[in-house]
């Protein structure tokens, strides 16, 4: 991510950021990466067509504090040093190649030969998809409504989206929705165990999904004991949503997600 706004700050108007990835055999250490071991790696390349990093800055451009962004603009200036130490810490290499036409990173990461096991099978597309059932998101956050919106939408859900536990609780004073997705924290306003629990003193069969980028707690437990379907632990993929939505619009045990 941080890769990611860096080149579109660079391209800054019209231009192209391409992001691209292979699977690459090392016979020795690349020049500038020593500490890598031979073997199987995966490259990642971020790479814009911007105006490039002139060589004083790509010496130093993996330095704590060392920033040409803008006050204001965006970033603290410790996205490039978060990179390099996170690439580090995974036995990787990072690498910047940069000229008048662009600047191209590249991430080398190690793969892990090991076979994951199976705990599950897998399950496809056509078995998470929806049968037009209402679902009412309730975040504070612009993004997340949007990409659940989308994630829902894909998967053939009928989907409105609120930001706040007290707009939640007016709609569904005048309408039904089939599952609510409370976000756990929004802001100064209500949680989404109080928010939940409003509802039900009014739609006391209401079903609903909690979903919270941290881990159980007593205000989950809590949600949980007042009848939440489930708990959905941020991030989580497409399948998981889907899996998750499924279990609660059928009032099924769930699978807490707590990776």
């Known amino acids: 991510m941080n890769l990611v706004i860096n080149a579109l700050e660079a391209v800054s108007g019209s231009g192209t950021v391409t992001i691209a990835t292979a699977r690459i055999s090392l016979d020795a250490a690349l020049p500038d ?26 010496r130093h451009i993996f330095e704590p504090f060392f920033s040409r962004k803008k006050l204001g603009r965006s970033g603290t200036g410790l996205g490039l040093t978060i990179v390099w130490n996170t690439v580090q810490e995974h036995r990787g290499c990072v690498t910047v190649a940069s000229s008048d036409q662009g600047t191209a990173f590249s991430v080398y990461l190690p793969m892990d030969s ?6 599950q099978v897998p399950v496809s597309g056509e078995e998470l998809r929806g049968k037009g059932e209402t679902v009412l998101v309730v975040d504070d956050e612009p993004m997340q409504r949007d990409i659940v919106d989308k994630m829902l ?3 053939g859900y009928r989907v409105t989206t609120l930001a706040s536990g007290e707009e939640a609780v007016a709609r569904l004073r005048r309408e039904k929705v089939d599952l609510l997705l409370l976000d756990m924290l929004m ?3 209500m949680n989404g165990t109080e928010t939940y629990g ?26 949980l004991q007042l009848g939440v379907s489930g708990f959905l632990k941020k991030p989580y993929t497409i399948t998981e949503l ?3 939505v499924q279990r609660a619009l059928a009032g099924s045990e769930p699978e807490k997600n707590m990776a």
């Open 198 to 223: 409003a509802i039900i003193s009014f739609r006391p069969d209401q079903k609903a999904l909690i979903i919270s980028g941290y881990a159980e707690d007593s205000d989950v437990h809590r949600a």
């Open 114 to 119: 090991r076979v994951p096991e199976q705990d």
């Open 242 to 244: 889907g899996l998750a």
């Open 33 to 58: 990466c020593q500490a890598m071991a031979p073997g199987e790696h995966v490259l990642l390349k971020v790479i814009d067509t911007g105006p490039g990093i002139d060589e004083d800055a790509r």
């Open 153 to 155: 939408s894909q998967l």
């Open 187 to 189: 802001g100064s306003g």
